[in-house]
């Protein structure tokens, strides 16, 4: 009985060391990969603001091309929203939406995953001598969401990779595709 007392007390206190452990990793993660496109800002963000562009350069259309999307909204607007379904488990079903735009600069976006808010998207446009520098960047805020917290620990070596693998394919899409 004393073994079980011991076991148990062991199993509270290791408890209370995650939860008070996830009060001290940052509330707020952010994701940032950066590309530069043989392209005008202009052109960039014409194309970016558009959300009915979104699959044709999505690491996630790649995994499910089955995906269905609707899209809601003036075209390259503020408010203009892209919904998608998917039986892919990684894909899932969310919507994202145009929350403000900076014409040639900026575009942020909310995003929602099974109608939870998710964070935020943005693209952030810096013109160069030889293009765009373009930054796709990711950010959520778990507050005091402890188990938020500890995953926000993986979402880089989570997203990264396909925010790489979209930079890619969107500077394909934009440099091989004219008036794309």
Do not use: C
Request: proline letters at 7%.
């Amino acid at each position: 009985m004393t073994a079980f007392k011991f076991l148990g007390g062991g199993f509270v206190l290791l408890l209370i060391g995650v939860l008070v452990g996830g009060f001290f990793l940052p509330p707020v993660v952010e994701v940032r990969r950066v590309t530069t496109l043989n392209a005008q800002p202009e052109s960039v963000y014409r194309f970016l603001s558009d959300l009915r562009n979104f699959p044709r350069w999505s690491p996630w259309h790649v995994m499910d091309p089955a995906t269905e999307y609707s899209f809601n909204g003036s075209e390259s607007q503020v408010g203009m929203r892209m919904d998608w379904v998917s039986e892919h488990p990684k894909v899932g079903e969310g919507s994202q939406e145009i929350r403000a735009l900076l014409p040639d600069q900026r575009i942020d976006l909310d995003l929602y995953f099974n109608g939870h808010p998710g964070g935020s998207a943005y693209y952030f446009l810096r013109p160069r001598p030889d293009g765009t520098e373009l930054t796709w960047g990711y950010r959520q805020d778990f507050g005091f969401n402890v188990y938020g917290r500890y995953i926000g620990l993986l979402i880089d070596d989570m997203l990264g990779p396909l925010y790489e693998d979209g930079l890619q394919r969107l500077k394909s899409q934009i440099e091989n595709t004219p008036n794309s």
